[in-house]
């Protein structure tokens, strides 16, 4: 999908910002129609809004323990009950849910940069140089992936940082193909013969007017891959090689939950649900997105 105008002027910039800025308006417009992708997005907003002000929001500390309090049922005084250290659950579900956001945020963002700038080179400069790219892409697609991030916790250590590094390491490969994929499609088009004409950098050229036009694609992309890195920090959490104790994430939770389910249901339930809620928004906001931003809808 093109969103620039087919012109470049002697400074370099695009003319017909206006044609572009009424593309992306309609697509607004038609995520606006679509009630699901409206309802999640206000869902996630509220979940971001939660997470960042998670300190002043919590009606407990996370790690504060008491023995009294030892596996407390949901009540006015702890909406999700308590765990098997008498720590409140509610309170741990919005952390873990901070946590989980974040690992999926910063792990696809590490995952934009990289599959962005090494899919817009390879498809740009084409040739030998694509070649070599992209086999490295085959190689490392032929490698699981998982086993890949465990390796890379292993040698690096469990912490947060690293897992965010870690995931974000091995979820660009298919971002780097759809970019590819794109710039392959917009190198030869009229703007960019504008831009080369007028002595425009092959840099300027190709990250001001060629990647800009593959973010339609991408963002899609971007929704799909947040649940799924979300996922794969839950499993890793599951296998303790995700968050350590004393902070949670949602998959530290329902790992901790799963141990004691049959006498506290409860401490696998809540945070479960929170997890199912957020990844099935953020699919339905990937649906919303992918039809918003397809040029066909607009013929309707």
Known sequence: MTLSATTVDESGHLVGTEKSSSLWKDAIRRLMKNRMAVVSLIFLGVCIVLALFTPWVAPYSFEAIDYHLIGQAPSWS?????????????????????ISLAVGAIATLVSF????TWGAV???VGGKVDYVMMRFVDIMYSLPYMFFVIILMTIFGRNVFNLFLALGAVQWLTMSR???GQVLSLKHKEFVEAARSIGLSKRAILFKHIVPNTLGPVIIYVTL??????????????????????????GSLASDGAQGMEMYPWLIIFPGLTLAAILFALNYLGDGLRDALDPRMGRE
């Open 78 to 98: 702890h909406w999700f009950g308590t765990d098997v250290l008498g720590r409140d659950l509610f309170t741990r579900t919005l952390y873990g849910m901070r």
């Open 113 to 116: 940069f990289i599959g962005i």
């Open 122 to 124: 390879s498809g740009f």
């Open 178 to 180: 759809i970019v590819r």
């Open 225 to 250: 891959t947040i649940p799924r890195i979300i996922l794969e920090e839950a499993f890793l959490s599951f296998l303790g090689l995700g968050v350590q104790p004393p902070m949670a994430s949602l």
